[in-house]
């Protein structure tokens, strides 16, 4: 069981920064791929990023492309999405989620509690 811990949420004006880090329990957590959600209120979870065991492939949502970075640091269990030029709609709980594939969030078999990202207008 990997248990999976997101921090480094919290209040941004509009164009700011901030990195999110999801940290694992396990090891074993270089064996997996990893992806960023997020849940805005009223809306349904949708997808970020995600990266490779490798780290040698990405993948973003059009939302996030040119502004959010997703990298990972295996000998830390942790993976990282810098997220730089922050909108309003980017405010929303953002997730990790721990899998063994790119695909829909049905694959992904760990997921954290989430940290809560504000962006002020």
């Known amino acids: 069981q990997v248990q999976l811990v997101e921090s480094g949420g919290g209040l941004v004006q509009a164009g700011g920064s901030l990195r999110l880090s999801c940290t694992a329990s396990?090891?074993?957590?270089?064996?997996?791929?990893v992806g960023w959600f997020r849940q805005a209120p009223g809306k349904e979870r949708e997808f970020v990023a995600v990266?490779?065991?490798?780290?040698?492939?990405?993948n973003y949502a059009d939302s996030g492309k040119g502004r959010f970075t997703i990298s990972r640091d295996n000998a830390k269990n942790t993976v990282y999405l810098q997220m730089n030029s922050l909108k309003p709609e980017d405010t929303a709980v953002y997730y990790c989620?721990?899998?063994?594939?790119?695909?829909?969030?049905?694959?992904?078999?760990?997921w954290g509690q989430g940290t809560q990202v504000t962006v002020s207008s």
């Open positions: 989620a721990a899998g063994s594939r790119f695909g829909h969030e049905s694959v992904y078999d760990y």
């Open positions: 396990e090891r074993t957590f270089s064996m997996y791929v």
């Open positions: 990266i490779n065991r490798s780290a040698t492939s990405t």
